[in-house]
């Protein structure tokens, strides 16, 4: 008989990349899927950064490096968080390693000790709760909704802090909802942090360059408490890199240390190769080759919420970055078609998936079973193809 630990056994499969399965599994046998389940720019690498890896390859740099990453990346890391942040870190307060959810998880595990509390808005990143788990923290969810733009207030933080409140688990832009916190929100949530000593603050700024209120606005930007922030960032989304695999994190030297300690014990340093196309990516020209994306998820955007307009029953927020739309769905539960009946999301995106071939993520992977995340990450053409046959199929649902 199989014998599983505790550990494994309680925490669940990430429900993006189990879509993202069984989507396969279905083209696999011949069904026409469009999936909008993963969270992946549809673009090529910039040409320009493939390059600097093939580079890498002819060169041999093919050894070990720093466990933390080769100094000199994270030497251009430190100048991009001062060029596009502001933000003054060294590179001993900087790791590289294998994807952000890799930094994420380092972090998380060096800050969090059993029973400690961990507060997370909700919707939230499927992982936030897993990695928690496996640190056997105590998740404190705090909840939104589309009419508060998905945003937790000052407020609400400071009512859920307790003494054995350790951590906040925060993201801007926003994944699932898309949702951007301002400048004037950031700063009041950081003034309730700072009375109190010991609490820390996780900011996942993946989605930096996938922005569309203009300048992204960083945790660590408040000096009174950038040392007691931890800044996660990449390369995956803003320059479409999903497979390369490589995570950034910015944080207080004594933490750095810790993670890097950690990280040489799990994976040590990330591909050597990736790190150098890694550097490339930080010297790049945003208005030559990032902006263009930007610009062009922006359109679908648009195109995905005009769509959205002709289908009864979705509510949604306006998001202003990242690339998913999150619509509040629970207009359709209680509804049935054929051997379908709709309780929950899941549901829905189960129905959806059987009947209009479109592969979607239901809201319990975020914290709320009814919502759906759909990643607009994709071509105009399949937006316009997906939207018409949720359109067709949920109009059989009475």
């Not at 890896?53 to 100048?79: M, P, W």
């Not at 995956?236 to 695999?245: D, N, V």
């Not at 902006?291 to 307009?309: A, H, I, S, T």
Request: hydrophobic content about 40%; proline content about 4%.
């Amino acid at each position: 008989m199989a014998h599983l630990s505790n550990r494994i056994n309680q925490i669940s499969e990430s429900q993006t990349i189990a879509m993202a399965r069984k989507s396969r599994e279905l083209k696999a046998q011949g069904v026409d899927i469009i999936s909008l389940s993963l969270g992946e720019p549809d673009f090529p690498t910039p040409q320009i950064i493939k390059d600097a890896a093939k580079k890498a390859i002819d060169d041999n740099f093919s050894y070990y490096t720093h466990v933390s990453g080769y100094v000199e990346l994270r030497q251009a890391i430190c100048e991009k968080f001062k060029r596009d942040n502001n933000l003054t870190y060294t590179p001993d307060e900087i790791v590289v390693s294998t994807g952000a959810k890799q930094s994420i998880a380092n972090a998380v595990l060096c800050l969090v000790n059993p029973g400690d509390e961990v507060i997370i808005p909700a919707p939230f990143w499927v992982s936030y709760l897993e990695i928690l788990k496996l640190a056997e923290g105590t998740p404190k969810i705090i909840n939104t909704t589309i009419d508060s733009d998905f945003k937790i207030t000052a407020a609400q933080l400071q009512a859920v802090i307790t003494p054995k409140t350790r951590l906040i688990m925060i993201s801007t832009p926003c994944n699932p909802t898309g949702s951007v916190y301002t400048k004037e929100e950031l700063k009041a949530l950081a003034d309730v942090v700072a009375k109190h000593d010991e609490l820390y603050i996780l900011s996942d700024e993946i989605y930096e360059h996938i922005n569309f209120v203009g300048g992204h606005q960083s945790f660590a930007q408040f000096d009174f408490i950038k040392d007691r922030v931890v800044t996660i960032n990449g390369v995956s989304k803003g320059f479409a890199m999903t497979g390369w695999r490589g995570g950034i994190m910015a944080a207080p030297k004594w933490l750095a240390q810790a993670c890097d300690k950690m990280q040489g014990q799990f994976t040590s340093a990330t591909c050597s190769i990736t790190q150098k196309a890694m550097h490339k990516a930080m010297e790049l020209d945003y208005k030559t080759h990032i902006e263009p994306m930007r610009n062009e998820f922006l359109k679908r955007r648009d195109l995905v919420l005009k769509l959205m307009k002709d289908i009864p029953g979705f509510k949604t927020n306006l998001p202003q970055g990242a690339f998913y739309v999150y619509p509040e769905v629970s207009y359709y539960f209680g509804k049935k078609y054929n051997s379908y009946t709709i309780h929950n999301a899941t549901d829905l995106s189960m129905y959806l998936l059987d009947e209009a071939h479109v592969a979607l993520v239901p809201g319990a992977a975020f914290g709320d079973d009814i919502y759906i995340r759909f990643s607009y990450a994709t071509s105009e053409d399949k937006l316009t193809e997906a939207l018409t046959r949720m359109k067709n199929a949920l109009a059989k649902l009475n």
